[in-house]
């Protein structure tokens, strides 16, 4: 397992793989929970609001969600504690659908997303239990969503509808900050 993790860019192969379940033997192996706290701390080093692990090359089912109100590339959005996902799942999810913004931590793409607002996830911790997360919030519910699309190698622009907001983020702050969408 690496131990100095690197995001890789959009491109790389591993952003367009399925990632493999994570087993119980994994949960014992110090190696790999080792490797959990690295993509975590990633994670909040890079400002992400997310990360999955192929985006530092392991195509293992692990996510990390960490919303942050500090955080300037996602201001003023409801925290989030810092939570690692393995092998999760979407149980259910809203008919009720809202576009909003989206940006990754392997590329400097923003765009509009259309998600639904709603979903529950299942999955369980680095010790193994199960555990499920109704997810009210629309901007948690999308950073969820988002994530587990990188496990099945699904990059956010393959959801984009409304392809003319595709724009790199030196843009997006110039041009579509603040913008009514
Ligand atoms: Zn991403």
Redesign the pocket.
């Known amino acids: 397992m690496v131990s100095k993790l690197t995001i890789i860019r959009i491109g790389h192969p591993s952003l367009r793989a399925r990632s493999v379940r994570v087993l119980k033997s994994d949960l014992k192996n110090t190696e790999f929970q080792k490797f959990l706290d690295n993509l975590a701390s990633i994670c909040v080093n890079n400002d992400g609001a997310?990360?999955?692990a192929p985006?530092v090359g392991v195509n293992k089912r692990v996510i990390v969600v960490h919303v942050d109100p500090t955080n300037p590339r996602y201001p003023h959005k409801k925290a989030f504690p810092l939570t690692i996902v393995l092998n999760p799942k979407i149980i259910s999810r809203s008919k009720k659908m809202k576009d909003d913004w989206?940006g990754?931590?392997?590329s400097n793409i923003r765009a509009v997303v259309p998600r639904p607002i709603k979903c529950v996830v299942q999955g369980i911790n680095r010790e193994g239990q199960i555990v499920r997360y109704d997810l009210d919030n629309d901007f948690h519910a999308r950073v969820f969503q988002?994530?587990i699309?990188?496990l099945n190698g699904i990059?956010?622009l393959d959801k984009v509808k409304r392809k003319e907001t595709i724009t790199e983020y030196k843009e997006w702050k110039k041009y579509w900050k603040g913008k009514k969408i």
């Open positions: 997310g990360i999955a985006q989206e990754d931590l392997s988002h994530e699309d990188h990059f956010l």
